[in-house]
């Protein structure tokens, strides 16, 4: 599962502006608050292809739930 041991909720949200960041940070913020038997997982600053297949990609298959937070793009 993961460190904790609890069962893991991957956050999908977006990380290219720091609004889109702090809105993933809030996310984990309220699930660990109204939540504490779960743990959350924000993939922040995971840009390597190491950090995407064994960080990112075994958090997905590990996870008990999935919030995903879709954001606008272009005009």
């Known amino acids: 599962m993961n460190e904790s041991d609890k069962p893991l909720i991957f956050i999908s949200c977006g990380q290219y502006t720091d609004r889109e960041r702090g809105l993933g940070g809030d996310i984990c913020r309220l699930i660990q608050e109204i939540r504490p038997d779960l743990e959350p997982y924000f993939a922040q600053n995971q840009s390597t292809l190491e950090g995407l297949s064994g960080n990112i990609l075994k958090a997905l298959h590990s ?13």
């Open 63 to 75: 996870a008990a739930g999935f919030i995903c937070v879709m954001h606008e793009r272009g005009e």
